[in-house]
Nanobody, 122 residues
C-alpha cells in the first residue's frame, strides 16, 4: 500500500484545512487508517483514526470537537477536516495504515505517507 497525503498549507488561527490521504493498493475492512503529527522537536503523536470497514472513529483529546476524520471507501481515500485551528496544531501530518489492532500506537502502523505540512499562524 502506498499513501499520498495532500492538503496542507498555511492558515491563520481559527481557520480550516482538509487533508486527504489517497491509498494505492487495497485497504481491507479490518484495516485502520490513522493520522499522526509531528511538531518540530517533538515525537510523532496520534491525532485521529478510522476503522476502514465499520467507520468507527477515534481522536486525541487535543483535537476532539475540532477535527473530523472520514473515509471514502470507493475512492480509497481518507480525510482529516481540521477546524478552529490553533498555532499548536502546526506540524507535519502523516497518514498511515494499520493492518489491525490498536489504533493508537504508532508501532502498529505498517504503511506511511510522506507527510503534509500544516502551519497555523497566530
Amino acid at each position: 500500500v502506498q499513501l499520498q497525503a495532500s492538503g496542507g498549507g498555511l492558515v491563520q488561527a481559527g481557520g480550516s484545512l482538509r487533508l486527504s490521504c489517497a491509498a494505492s493498493g487495497r485497504i481491507f475492512s479490518s484495516n485502520i487508517m490513522g493520522w499522526f503529527r509531528q511538531a518540530p522537536g517533538k515525537e510523532r503523536a496520534f491525532v485521529a483514526a478510522v476503522r476502514w470497514g465499520a467507520g468507527r472513529t477515534y481522536y486525541a483529546d487535543s483535537v476532539k470537537g475540532r477535527f473530523t476524520i472520514s473515509r471514502d471507501n470507493a475512492k480509497n481515500t481518507a480525510y482529516l477536516q481540521m477546524n478552529s485551528l490553533k498555532p499548536e496544531d502546526t506540524a507535519v501530518y502523516y497518514c498511515a495504515v494499520n493492518p489491525s489492532g490498536s489504533y493508537y500506537y504508532l508501532d502498529g502502523y505498517r504503511y506511511w505517507g510522506q507527510g503534509s505540512l500544516v502551519t497555523v499562524s497566530s
